[in-house]
């Protein structure tokens, strides 16, 4: 019996494989693999080049739609009258102008006092939030906010202060502890380590306020273990008669050669030390460039002011929720924001709450 001869076989074209998208749009596997399948983050940059590649080899399959829709990001701040915070919604509503059309960012003030507020904003958002940014006290509720909405993965940055007990995917801010340090360090320094210091503490809502105390305390004890220190029995609430009252009730009792303030109340301090005519003679270190300060440099009232960099706590915040969200390739850096010490040469001559 004769055998017909088989018409050969028409093997089908292999379609693309990983490798070779990734090679023509210059990306990892893991990057095309994240594209096509649609999980994980990946920017938008990368996503476009993956689908161009694809659409190019002809991938036999439904490709991702590169288009995106409107991406939602809270940013939750206190209701905060200080020259600080004043600049940080300042440098957020600079950074926002830069921001793709596509991207909103929603600036949401709330009472600190009001955690039941503070958790709402947190918990129940009116839209599909892609991420949060929040300055936030320590309160029960708030912080178990944060848990929650953490376990759902959405990314959650913090600013000003890094809640403890919170695993918040990122903190934006200075290491409040070190520049607690770095006051102790200079009073120290400026005053030879004679003399008593007073220590004023902000709102003890915010961790940022007690370390920067215990960081003054820390130094103070490290490289000046001879002088004393007492830490006012009350918390200014960056109020200045609350200040006032606390520097004149410790310059009637006692010799101070040195005021710490962590928080905010400088022209209750200034009016004590002109009041008991010794802003010359006692060394004053606070917190946070304004315009007040600056005035208090040129003086020669205030010695040494550290600075918290509200532009750069809001870049850093917003570029890893970019990053966290897909927008961006690449992370901020791991450590923290900088701080930056200003003295009288270095103090701004125009304001720094001029126009926006």
Known sequence: MRVEDKAP???RKRGARFADIAAEAGVSEATVDRVLNERGSVSA????RVVAAALKLGVPRILPDIRHGILHL???LPVNDTPMFKRLDRALQRAIQMLDRRIVVHRITLDHRNDAAFAQSILHPPYRRSGLIVVGSRSPRT?????DVIATGEPVVTMVSNLPDVPVAYYAGIDNFVAGRTAGHAIGQI?????????LRGLESYPAHEERVNGCLDALREFFPEQPSVVAATETNDDPDICYRLVCDALRRERIAAVYNSGDGSAGVHEALQRFGVSSKVVWVGHEMQDEHSRFLTDGSMDLVIDQNPDGQVLSALQYLLFACGQI?????EHEVELSLFTLPNA???PYLGAT
């Open 9 to 11: 076989v028409r093997r």
């Open 45 to 48: 940059a990368s996503r476009e």
């Open 74 to 76: 809270d940013v939750i």
């Open 143 to 147: 912080m178990a906010a944060l848990h």
């Open 191 to 199: 005053t030879r380590g004679e003399g008593r210091v007073l220590v």
């Open 329 to 333: 390739d690449q992370p901020p850096a």
């Open 348 to 350: 701004r001559r125009t």
